[in-house]
């Protein structure tokens, strides 16, 4: 299987900061790495797919980059609602797995 | 709109049995990849199986094979999951979620609510 590793597994950030989340990925996976937001009690939503493809409706604060194994998700300004968790995840092969999460918490 | 509704979550007893359901609206059902993703209290996103269009390619999880089984019924637009010899540590919330139909790289473009599963004696 392929191991992700996220980096940090939580930070504190006041509104309007610069915010970036790495993920690692155990071996080559090319661009199949997606990013996710997880807001308590709500089930994830995709930000960024295929490492850097923004998914529609989502806020173009939202960034992503990186290929092979090292991807990076960049919030350029943090804003309220962006405090939740967040999942990278590796999609080109089965068992499709996930990093272990950031969460991104109010200083 | 698309939409996925799971159901059949509640408590189930070690070596119990439980199925979920997860009513698709909103797309052509029986045209995509399904997926189960799981959470455990407080832990982070762990995938449990897939399931291609037709149904007749499945895969799973090390922790759940042999006991879980995916299917669907394109018919009525419905995915489902069957949880035998239920363990304590597959308590989680259980979320459905449909792949992405475009080329590679896929991602989960939507999620169901999630159902909770509490495996407790």
């Known amino acids: 299987d392929i191991q992700m590793t996220q980096s940090p597994s939580s930070l504190s950030a006041s509104v309007g900061d610069r915010v970036t989340i790495t993920c690692r990925a155990s071996q080559n996976i090319i661009n199949y790495l997606n990013w996710y937001q997880q807001k308590p009690g709500r089930a994830p939503e995709v930000l960024i797919y295929?490492?850097?493809s923004l998914q529609s409706g989502v806020p173009s604060r939202f960034s992503g980059s990186g290929s092979g194994t090292d991807f990076t998700l960049t919030i350029s300004s943090l804003q309220p609602e962006d405090f939740a968790t967040y999942y990278c995840q590796q999609s080109y092969s089965t068992p499709w797995t996930f990093g272990q999460g950031t969460k991104v918490e109010i200083k | 709109e698309v939409q996925l509704v799971e159901s059949g979550g509640g408590l189930g007893q070690p070596g119990g049995s439980l199925r979920l359901s997860c009513a698709a609206s909103g797309f052509t059902f029986r045209s995509y990849w399904m997926h189960w993703v799981r959470q455990a209290p407080g832990k982070g996103l762990v995938w449990v199986s897939r399931i291609n269009p037709d149904g007749s390619s499945t895969n799973y999880a090390d922790s759940v094979k042999g006991r879980f089984t995916i299917s669907r019924d394109n018919a009525n637009n419905t995915l489902y999951l069957q949880m035998n010899s239920l363990r304590t540590d597959d308590t989680a919330v259980y979320y459905c979620?449909?792949?992405?139909?475009?080329?590679?790289?896929?991602?989960?473009?939507?999620w169901g609510q999630g159902a909770l599963v509490t495996v407790s004696s």
């Open positions: 295929g490492a850097s």
């Open positions: 979620a449909r792949r992405s139909s475009s080329q590679p790289p896929y991602y989960f473009d939507f």
